[in-house]
């Protein structure tokens, strides 16, 4: 068990590749279960506890959804459990992560102030860092080059967030 953990370490990091996870339904629960768990617990006071659950879902939905069906139009569908249980496993690690920051700025936005440069510069980073991962899946998954994953990994971004716009208005 602390293998696949330590798999799902390696592709937050940046160093692993999703072809190295267990490509069984096994897997993608457990990476799907971690990464429902960790965005519950890093959002959880932010939202109500309907809305932050509907986050949660909806988050997973859309990139299993975008992952399946570019799987499908390249025609290489075998992929994805194992891209999808490297995106969710990797996903739960930047979950974790990203804790401490986002109550770093919840203490700003209660204090009526900005939050810190500190603040700002890692949630930049974080933003930077899970671009890198989305893409680093997309990359091997689909067998492209680093331009053209990134730009996917931009897009699937841009996507998200205003279906989230869409969802969440606040």
Same mark, same amino acid.
């Given at each position: 068990? =602390?293998?696949?953990?330590?798999? #799902? +370490?390696?592709?937050?990091? =940046?160093?692993?590749?999703?072809?190295?996870?267990?490509?069984?339904?096994?897997?993608?629960?457990?990476?799907?279960?971690?990464?429902?768990?960790?965005?519950? *617990?890093?959002?959880?006071?932010?939202?109500?506890?309907? &809305? !932050?659950?509907?986050?949660?879902?909806?988050? +997973?939905?859309? %990139?299993?959804?975008? +992952? /399946?069906?570019? +799987?499908? !139009?390249?025609?290489?569908?075998?992929?994805?459990?194992? @891209? /999808?249980? $490297? =995106?969710?496993?990797?996903? $739960?690690?930047?979950?974790?992560? #990203?804790?401490?920051? *986002?109550?770093?700025?919840?203490?700003?936005?209660?204090?009526?102030?900005?939050?810190?440069? #500190? !603040?700002?510069? &890692?949630?930049?980073?974080?933003?930077?860092? %899970?671009?890198?991962? !989305? &893409?680093?899946?997309?990359?091997?998954?689909?067998?492209?080059? *680093?331009?053209?994953?990134?730009?996917?990994?931009?897009?699937?971004?841009?996507?998200?967030? =205003?279906? /989230? @716009?869409?969802?969440?208005? #606040?």
């Amino acid at each position: 068990m =602390l293998w696949i953990f330590g798999q #799902f +370490l390696k592709i937050a990091l =940046l160093t692993g590749k999703p072809y190295e996870v267990p490509g069984d339904p096994a897997t993608l629960r457990l990476a799907v279960l971690c990464s429902f768990v960790t965005h519950v *617990i890093a959002i959880w006071g932010i939202y109500t506890p309907s &809305a !932050v659950i509907i986050q949660a879902v909806l988050d +997973l939905v859309m %990139s299993g959804a975008a +992952l /399946y069906i570019g +799987l499908s !139009v390249v025609g290489k569908v075998e992929r994805f459990v194992q @891209s /999808y249980a $490297a =995106l969710c496993g990797a996903s $739960a690690i930047l979950n974790l992560a #990203f804790i401490p920051v *986002i109550y770093a700025s919840l203490d700003a936005q209660v204090a009526n102030s900005e939050p810190s440069a #500190f !603040v700002s510069f &890692a949630t930049f980073f974080f933003l930077v860092w %899970s671009i890198s991962i !989305v &893409a680093r899946v997309v990359r091997f998954s689909f067998e492209t080059n *680093i331009p053209v994953s990134i730009l996917v990994s931009l897009g699937y971004l841009m996507m998200a967030r =205003l279906v /989230y @716009s869409f969802v969440f208005p #606040f």
